[in-house]
T-cell receptor, first 113, second 112 residues
Framework: KAGVTQTPRYLIKTRGQQVTLSCSPISGHRSVSWYQQTPGQGLQFLFEYFSETQRNKGNFPGRFSGRQFSNSRSEMNVSTLELGDSALYLC????????????FGSGTRLTVV | GESVGLHLPTLSVQEGDNSIINCAYSNSASDYFIWYKQESGKGPQFIIDIRSNMDKRQGQRVTVLLNKTVKHLSLQIAATQPGDSAVYFCAENIPNFNKFYFGSGTKLNVKP
């Protein structure tokens, strides 16, 4: 079955702009989690959505937001981009019931200039 | 957040040797652990997991050991191959937190 699909793979934005990233989870998975990966901070949890509701949130400013649609696809949005937002943004899906591991997508590489 | 750390940031091994990657975790309540492998340009890939009611679990060429007494996790890779070269992360899950805390990663270099 298809894996986790993230689009776009690469993105270059200017400081102050906003960006929307998309994630399609594995078919049947209802939970989508987003992580930011940087060389300095490693993998940091942004938020998790389950059945269209945000179930958990990390320690990121309000400029980072997300949503999930009825088909479990998820988007995350970053407004007023800063240079420090340059990172690999990873989406991970799981069934969402019980504690199980994630399946990650290949990520979206965001560069803010 | 909770701290999940790795003892060695970079590990170089000869092809065919066994590799051991270590991880320390700080929360004694963590009940589920996963090792992920991340190759350049790709997302992390699930390797093996272990729950806190176990102290050892084996997969194909990989073994995870869990020592709850000292809050230590290790990943053993047998007969390391060039394709094993990647960054390896441990991740822990604390009950009632619907997220994983990831370590900073260890880079494994396999020399031919």
């Amino acid at each position: 079955k298809a894996g986790v699909t993230q689009t776009p793979r690469y993105l270059i934005k200017t400081r102050g702009q906003q960006v929307t990233l998309s994630c399609s989870p594995i078919s049947g998975h209802r939970s989508v989690s987003w992580y930011q990966q940087t060389p300095g901070q490693g993998l940091q949890f942004l938020f998790e959505y389950f059945s269209e509701t945000q179930r958990n949130k990390g320690n990121f400013p309000g400029r980072f937001s997300g949503r999930q649609f009825s088909n479990s696809r998820s988007e995350m949005n970053v407004s007023t981009l800063e240079l420090g937002d340059s990172a690999l943004y990873l989406c991970a899906s799981s069934s969402g019931t019980g504690v199980v591991g994630y399946t990650f997508g290949s990520g979206t590489r965001l560069t803010v200039v | 957040g909770e701290s999940v750390g790795l003892h060695l940031p970079t590990l170089s091994v000869q092809e065919g040797d066994n590799s051991i990657i270590n991880c320390a975790y700080s929360n004694s309540a963590s009940d589920y652990f996963i090792w992920y492998k991340q190759e350049s340009g790709k997302g992390p890939q699930f390797i093996i997991d272990i729950r806190s009611n176990m102290d050892k679990r084996q997969g194909q060429r990989v073994t995870v050991l869990l020592n709850k007494t000292v809050k230590h996790l290790s990943l053993q890779i047998a007969a390391t191959q060039p394709g094993d070269s990647a960054v390896y992360f441990c991740a822990e899950n604390i009950p009632n937190f619907n997220k994983f805390y990831f370590g900073s990663g260890t880079k494994l270099n396999v020399k031919p």
